[in-house]
């Protein structure tokens, strides 16, 4: 039973899960480079102590949970990895997978370690998004390590079953070229159209409930961002090509006022959007 | 007062005018195609009569209502054209307007008619998604013509002012260089997205909660989409090579890793998603 678990970071995702362990009797200890976010955290008594800024006390939790931007989860591990000796679990939240198993394996964290990227949240950020329940009912996928041990796949199956997810496991070389396509993509679109609109002199409050749908992502925290674009970049320099081709094909058809061809773009984007989700 | 009005078409446009008007002692009389729409209408006491095929009855009522896909919008203006002597006001919900204004011009009808467009609704259609309250709160842009009657005008703001909506007046051709990024280039984007997602065999329920959002709108009637990308083409066509081209540098530095430039990318987009709307 994980009793006790670490937390480094309590933005949307570290807080939100915090607030779940806390509410579930699991001792949560907490970091937050944010010195306002930790104090709430503390004030709110979902943690219960705070880690010092070298995450010392971090050496006696069974679990530890990184969820930090990607590249500052990696950089973390390797600055935490001679503390980590006693942890049964290590895990993060990242929507990238391939760099942080690497270093976990690098630093002799590989059995260990498994990545988990929660696929949920919204364009929100810090500990006045974290949120109680925010994981109910969400995918996690799982990516462990080639050392990964069973009993740390055990628990880090425990640790997201607790707030009431549930895992799926994919080696993270599959998990990062998919989250290419179901994530990132739309993140990369939604911000390419609230750069069109900028230029163009359009203010966000200008939009219908359509357009506000399909930019509400824009308003995503940058670095995050900023770290699973370029952790990703090949994967998701490849969609975004996709989107441009399908962008310049639906232009040729209504630049030519081809009704058939426009027809036939709408019908299967709509077509698409029925076929596995009713609503 | 208004107290007779004709809707011809009872979608989600149209049947959730007639729903509010209904509820506020207005008597309507309505047309749909669809023969269980028009029925469902009749029995749910939401349409007080069925005009008949060739729009007979509509001579009696003092404001019509074109609630169909644009094109259909523009033909079905001919076809009444002769039964529209005693109407006061002739208006639409279509979300392009220079081709209707046009067109009521044409049949001497442009002293009574003023386009409207209400800047709500969802990716749902038809009879079955209209529902009380869609106009609550909602703009909705008149676009008159250059004959049309205050009178008319006044009509107009009525009619929208009994359902709650707030008007705005602007020429249809402002409107529709406007409304071309405002919405419609968010419907494209949602529908190219679809495409790319769909050719790589991802489902639309693999998609978490950011795709969903900005895929959402892909779902929405190809027929009414059809129709206004074909009426708004040249503008539409504009917008969307803006959009190609952010992407396209977004993509450009991503692949070179640039950390500055994709940071920078990340960044305007959540500015500009919070300048003006502070959710």
């Not at 480094?8 to 944010?34: K, Y």
């Not at 290590?90 to 059995?111: M, N, P, Q, W």
């Not at 696929?119 to 080639?146: E, I, M, Q």
Request: charged residues 20%; aromatic residues 6%.
């Amino acid at each position: 039973v994980i009793d006790s678990v670490a937390i480094i970071g309590l933005g949307l995702m570290g807080g939100s899960l915090a607030r779940d362990l806390a509410a579930r009797g699991v001792r949560v200890v907490g970091f937050d480079s944010n010195r306002e976010s930790l104090q709430a955290a503390l004030e709110e008594e979902v943690i219960a102590d705070a880690l010092g800024d070298d995450f010392a006390g971090i050496e006696n939790v069974l679990a530890v949970v990184l969820a930090v931007p990607v590249k500052s989860a990696e950089t973390i591990l390797w600055a935490c990895a001679p503390r980590l000796g006693k942890a049964n679990l290590i895990t993060d939240v990242g929507s990238v997978k391939r760099g942080i198993v690497t270093t976990a394996e690098k630093l002799g964290l590989g059995k260990h370690f498994v990545g988990s990227h929660p696929f949920t949240g919204d364009h929100r950020a810090g500990w006045s998004a974290a949120r109680s329940n925010l994981y109910k009912g969400a995918r996690v996928f799982l990516c462990p390590s080639a050392e990964t041990s069973d009993g740390a796949l055990a628990a880090a199956q425990e640790l997201w079953s607790t707030v009431g997810a549930l895992t799926q496991n994919m080696s993270a070389d599959e998990h990062d070229q998919r989250i290419a396509w179901t994530s990132h993509l739309a993140q990369i679109t939604a911000t390419a159209l609230a750069h069109a609109l900028g230029q163009q002199g359009i203010l966000s409050d200008e939009l219908g409930p359509g357009g506000r749908s399909v930019t509400r992502l824009a308003a995503s925290d940058a670095d995050v961002w900023t770290d699973i674009a370029l952790e990703n970049g090949a994967e998701l320099a490849a969609a975004i090509a996709e989107l441009e081709k399908r962008l310049s094909l639906a232009r040729a058809a209504i630049a030519a006022a081809d009704a058939a061809a426009v027809r036939e773009f709408f019908t299967v984007g709509a077509t698409w959007s029925v076929r596995s989700s009713p609503s």
